[in-house]
Every structure is written in C-alpha cells, then in structure tokens.
C-alpha cells in the first residue's frame, strides 16, 4: 500500500508561531513525549512503520515553496516522490494531481494498478496508534477484495463539530474488535450547526480526510464527477518525469476550478449508485486537533492555574494568571513577562507577538488582513 501526505494549510490560527514561510506542520509539536518532533514527522514515521508501507511507498503533497523545508525532514522518502503544488486550488485539484501522478508512478515502478493507497494529513495528532494500525489493516484488505471501492475512516464524533465534515452512517456491517464497519448513507463537509448537532444525535462519525482506495478507482470518479479536471490533468501528467513536467504544471494547474475535494468528488459520489461498493470503518483514534490556539491550550498539560507555559526557547515568569496559554518561542536569552491576566493567549516569537482571548482564533485572520492592509507583509 502507498500513502500520499498532503501539507498545506495557512497556519493563520496559529500565527505568529506558524508564518507563511514556516508552515506549522513543520513545526515541533510541543509536549516531552513528541521528542521535538513536527506533526508532519510524526505522520510520516507512523504511516512509514505500518507493514505494507515503508519511506519507499510515502508520497508528499505540498506546495512547491515548501517543498525543499519539507525534504529535510523526510530524507528516506524518494525524490520522485514529491508532488508540488505551483498555486493553491483547493483539495478538488490537490487530491486529483496527486492521484493522476501517482498513476505515473505505479506505471513506472511497476507497482500492480490496483494496489490500494491511503490518503493522511500532516497535521494531525492521535492519542491511539495501534487502532491506526488496525484500521489501515481491515481497509487495505477491503480494497484488494475489491478494487474498485472506497473506504473511509470515520472517526468517533465527541462533539456536534461544524467545522470538520460528516460521514453519515449506513447499516452496520460487521464489528473488528474496536473497528465499526458500516455502510455509507451520506456525506456532507462543514455544516450548519443545526445539521452537525443531527450527525452527532444519531451517532454518526466525523471525516478527517482519511480513504483508502486504489489510483484507478479515484481517477475514474474524477472521470465522471469532474471531467472538465480530468483534461487538464492528463495532459500534466504526460509530462510527469521529463523537464517539462514543471512547466507544465505551473502552466495549467493555476487554470482548474477552485472547490474542496469533498464538494467535488465525495457529496456526488454518496448520492450516487456508486456509494453501495463504499465501506465506513468507524474507530476512535483519539484525534486532537491542534490547529488553532485555543484547541493547542486545551490539549497541553497545565499547572495548579489552568495555565500552559511553553518556553520554546525564550523564558517565561506569571504572577497572577489564570487559565492562559502563554508562549515564548523568541530567543533562549529572551524573557517574557505576564501578570494579571485571565483566558488569555499571550504569544511572542522573533517576528511579533500577539495577544487575544481564549476562544477567538478566528480574530486572527481579521488581523492578518489588517497586517497586509498596512504593509506589514513581512511579518506574516
């Protein structure tokens, strides 16, 4: 089985720790038990140890600005193996470009076409490894059963979550150990409030982007649900391997339709005939989303006063703080002192500094908008 790791993401919600020019899935991810280690890292060395899979089998997909930081923290992956994006397009034209590609690569590999391949994301942390390891097992078999199918992890919901996407659940198929097998009834990425407090209340199961299928399978839902992507990516594809295959990358990919994955692809396939060959293996793999400020805060161990102190490197001294996330990622020999202060999240790194409530990380793009408005362009 091979594995495509898609990195992207902004990082504006954790800005000024993640910049443009220093994604945040390259960051180290804090806490002792990560050795340092950034999430894309950490994702690469776990789906690397999984039996079928190996550095030799990891596809990366990035942009290809930070391709190059990117390789330095994943020198067992082959240097073919790196698909980079010239213009960010949404996931419809990232997740098609890394299919048709890796088509290419299977055919020159001589790898069997129906081989499957899983599709991970960098910024993830899961509490749950071996339930991973489970999961990918009874999805691979799955999938060489029968090639022409789809599999997705379905994570158990913890809440009514309006931000991630919904797999609505089918009949319940088999049970695997902590491994829910269902049918695939529905689908719908972010929702209203009202419509994930439904998902959640009948029990259905987040998506966080995990599937298992083969490259033949993906590109003929391309085929049918997205034809008008299909043109432009055969002719990228010819290329792949030569000296053109930049050029004409850079060429045509800024010219596809910019629209999710999800709204492309998957909402049409699971209103579709096509969803019944489609399999829902639900697991809690103890997910933590890390992407913002506040869910970093409520996922850090804190002290007797609710608050996390990372010193990374720079020092920190509280007087009289209370459940704060505070921050010093500038210089060992700086200090960064906070007194006062309550539901704060107080951030300072060699670039800027920020100050904003517990909760209101959405502020933060607000601000950056500011930022670029006022001509502070090299700060973010």
């Given at each position: 089985?091979?594995?495509?790791?898609?990195?992207?993401?902004?990082?504006?919600?954790?800005?000024?720790?993640?910049?443009?020019?220093?994604?945040?899935?390259?960051?180290?991810?804090?806490?002792?038990?990560?050795?340092?280690?950034?999430?894309?890292?950490?994702?690469?060395?776990?789906?690397?140890?999984?039996?079928?899979?190996?550095?030799?089998?990891?596809?990366?997909?990035?942009?290809?600005?930070?391709?190059?930081?990117?390789?330095?923290?994943?020198?067992?992956?082959?240097?073919?193996?790196?698909?980079?994006?010239?213009?960010?397009?949404?996931?419809?034209?990232?997740?098609?470009?890394?299919?048709?590609?890796?088509?290419?690569?299977?055919?020159?590999?001589?790898?069997?076409?129906?081989?499957?391949?899983?599709?991970?994301?960098?910024?993830?942390?899961?509490?749950?490894?071996?339930?991973?390891?489970?999961?990918?097992?009874?999805?691979?078999?799955?999938v060489i059963k029968n090639p022409k199918s789809m599999v997705f992890v379905g994570h158990k919901a913890y809440f009514a979550n309006p931000n991630l996407g919904w797999?609505?659940?089918?009949?319940?198929?088999?049970?695997?150990?902590?491994?829910?097998?269902?049918?695939?009834?529905?689908?719908?990425?972010?929702?209203?409030?009202?419509?994930?407090?439904?998902?959640?209340?009948?029990?259905?199961?987040?998506?966080?982007?995990?599937?298992?299928?083969?490259?033949?399978?993906?590109?003929?839902?391309?085929?049918?649900?997205?034809?008008?992507?299909?043109?432009?990516?055969?002719?990228?594809?010819?290329?792949?391997?030569?000296?053109?295959?930049?050029?004409?990358?850079?060429?045509?990919?800024?010219?596809?339709?910019?629209?999710?994955?999800?709204?492309?692809?998957?909402?049409?396939?699971?209103?579709?005939?096509?969803?019944?060959?489609?399999?829902?293996?639900?697991?809690?793999?103890?997910?933590?989303?890390?992407?913002?400020?506040?869910?970093?805060?409520?996922?850090?161990?804190?002290?007797?006063?609710?608050?996390?102190?990372?010193?990374?490197?720079?020092?920190?001294?509280?007087?009289?703080?209370?459940?704060?996330?505070?921050?010093?990622?500038?210089?060992?020999?700086?200090?960064?002192?906070?007194?006062?202060?309550?539901?704060?999240?107080?951030?300072?790194?060699?670039?800027?500094g920020i100050t904003l409530d517990v909760g209101k990380d959405g502020d933060i793009k607000k601000l950056l908008d500011v930022l670029k408005e006022k001509g502070f362009?090299?700060?973010?």
């Amino acid at each position: 089985m091979y594995s495509i790791i898609f990195c992207g993401g902004a990082g504006k919600r954790t800005w000024p720790w993640s910049l443009v020019n220093r994604p945040k899935y390259l960051l180290p991810v804090p806490g002792e038990k990560f050795a340092g280690k950034s999430s894309f890292r950490l994702t690469l060395d776990r789906i690397a140890s999984f039996p079928s899979v190996g550095y030799q089998k990891v596809i990366v997909a990035s942009s290809q600005d930070n391709l190059s930081k990117i390789s330095t923290q994943a020198k067992e992956v082959p240097s073919n193996h790196y698909i980079g994006e010239p213009t960010i397009r949404d996931l419809g034209a990232a997740v098609g470009l890394a299919a048709f590609t890796l088509e290419k690569i299977y055919e020159k590999e001589g790898i069997d076409p129906n081989e499957p391949f899983v599709i991970l994301w960098s910024d993830a942390l899961l509490e749950d490894e071996k339930s991973l390891v489970a999961v990918l097992s009874v999805a691979e078999k799955e999938v060489i059963k029968n090639p022409k199918s789809m599999v997705f992890v379905g994570h158990k919901a913890y809440f009514a979550n309006p931000n991630l996407g919904w797999i609505a659940l089918g009949d319940k198929l088999s049970q695997e150990e902590s491994i829910s097998i269902h049918s695939l009834a529905g689908w719908l990425y972010r929702p209203k409030q009202e419509d994930a407090d439904k998902f959640f209340a009948r029990g259905d199961a987040w998506n966080l982007g995990n599937f298992i299928t083969t490259p033949a399978y993906l590109i003929s839902l391309y085929e049918k649900f997205a034809p008008e992507f299909v043109t432009a990516f055969r002719k990228i594809q010819a290329e792949w391997g030569t000296d053109k295959w930049v050029q004409t990358l850079s060429d045509i990919y800024p010219t596809l339709p910019e629209i999710h994955f999800d709204n492309l692809i998957i909402e049409p396939f699971a209103k579709s005939d096509l969803k019944e060959s489609a399999k829902v293996l639900v697991v809690d793999l103890g997910w933590r989303d890390i992407g913002t400020w506040t869910a970093l805060w409520e996922y850090l161990p804190k002290d007797e006063n609710g608050n996390s102190i990372l010193e990374t490197p720079g020092k920190i001294v509280t007087q009289n703080c209370q459940n704060c996330l505070i921050v010093n990622a500038d210089k060992e020999d700086t200090l960064l002192t906070v007194t006062g202060q309550q539901n704060k999240i107080i951030v300072r790194t060699e670039e800027a500094g920020i100050t904003l409530d517990v909760g209101k990380d959405g502020d933060i793009k607000k601000l950056l908008d500011v930022l670029k408005e006022k001509g502070f362009n090299q700060f973010i």
